[in-house]
């Protein structure tokens, strides 16, 4: 998550936001999250629907967003928010004032996230990450990114899995003999394999696709 936040400010941030914030990120000082999906559950612009309010020379930022990865360790969020027709991304510190972080109970006990809501949080013009409006191209090739790394990830461990069967199954005996021997089993394992290095293959060439 922070390096997908990361890359987010060194494509729309300017040279102050970058001393502002990378350093820390670098240094795992700051840990930082990109705060984008919404209750309406849609993935694309138009799911983006937290309302952005003008207040003088600041602005204000009400509403929700759904399963923010590990909001609940991070110092700042990267948060989109519907302005001038598209959509900005803003950087909010977590500790401001009107936003609180709800841990949520996901299936995968390894990943955190966290509803995060949005009650008046002041902002002020350089908080911005580029122009107004403008930040959804840049949002949605990080985002493409992400998917593909989290693909990556799940056939790393599906992988894994595959190997721990397998292994298991040169040491489980049963009627006298290692399960790996009978034809049931074999033809699972020869499966699983397939399936796992056609996974393999599909991330590769999603990772080719996203880089060019």
């Given at each position: ?8 400010i060194t494509k729309l941030g300017n040279d102050e936001q970058y001393a502002r914030y990378l350093p820390a990120i670098a240094s795992g000082e700051l840990v930082a999250t990109l705060a984008v999906l919404e209750p309406s559950d849609m993935a ?169």
């Amino acid at each position: 998550a922070t390096a997908v936040a990361a890359r987010a400010i060194t494509k729309l941030g300017n040279d102050e936001q970058y001393a502002r914030y990378l350093p820390a990120i670098a240094s795992g000082e700051l840990v930082a999250t990109l705060a984008v999906l919404e209750p309406s559950d849609m993935a694309g612009p138009d799911g983006i629907e937290l309302e952005l309010v003008a207040d003088g020379e600041h602005f204000t930022l009400s509403g929700t967003k759904s399963f923010v990865a590990w909001a609940q360790g991070a110092g700042l969020l990267l948060v989109a928010a519907r302005e001038a027709g598209g959509v900005s991304l803003f950087a909010v510190p977590s500790d401001a004032e009107g936003l609180s972080i709800t841990p949520l109970v996901l299936i995968d006990p390894t990943n955190r996230a966290a509803r995060v809501d949005f009650d008046a949080v002041k902002l002020a013009a350089g908080d911005r990450l580029g122009e107004a409006g403008k930040a959804w191209e840049a949002l949605s090739a990080l985002l493409d990114a992400a998917t593909v790394a989290l693909a990556a990830e799940m056939t790393g461990a599906a992988d894994a899995a595959v190997i721990l069967a397998a292994d298991y199954a040169k040491i489980r005996e049963q009627f006298g003999q290692p399960i790996g021997r009978f034809q049931g089993i074999k033809h699972v394992l020869a499966e699983l394999h397939v399936a796992v290095e056609s996974s393999r293959s599909l991330v590769h060439y999603a990772a080719w696709a996203v880089d060019n």
